[in-house]
């Protein structure tokens, strides 16, 4: 399984991103799809996250500013970013679970994390 994220830059604040992680590989079928940020000397953390059954949550300092989609029939998340600001500027990585079953064996399911590359995101004051 592979993520490429893609989408991010160099931005004023104020303005708006557009992230996408697109899934690819073998696999049963994805559970939980995120986005995480990791600013320079910080922990990575997570800033939204969308389930199977449509659960949409968000961080604090990202909430109602940040929208995550969720494109189940092609296998993408995206990360909308409005009004960004200075802070928000960090490498930006998605993040998801993955559920096979090993021999293809229902009786032996096995959950599997991965992550993409990471997309820069530089927010200019």
């Known amino acids: 399984v592979q993520l490429q994220a893609s989408g991010g830059g160099l931005v004023q604040a104020g303005g708006s991103l557009r992230l996408r992680c697109v899934v690819s590989g073998t696999m049963h079928s994805i559970g939980a799809m995120d986005w995480y940020r990791q600013a320079p000397g910080k922990e990575r953390r997570m800033v939204a996250e969308?389930?199977?059954?449509?659960?949409?949550y968000y961080s604090d300092s990202v909430k109602g500013r940040f929208t995550i989609f969720r494109d189940s029939a092609k296998n993408t998340v995206d990360l909308q970013m409005d009004s960004l600001r200075p802070e928000d500027s960090a490498v930006y990585y998605c993040?998801?679970?993955?559920?096979?079953?090993?021999?293809?064996?229902?009786?032996?399911?096995?959950?599997?994390?991965?992550w993409g590359q990471g997309t820069k995101v530089t927010v200019s004051s």
């Open positions: 993040h998801v679970t993955a559920l096979h079953f090993i021999d293809h064996d229902f009786e032996r399911p096995k959950i599997e994390d991965y």
């Open positions: 969308t389930t199977t059954g449509g659960g949409k």
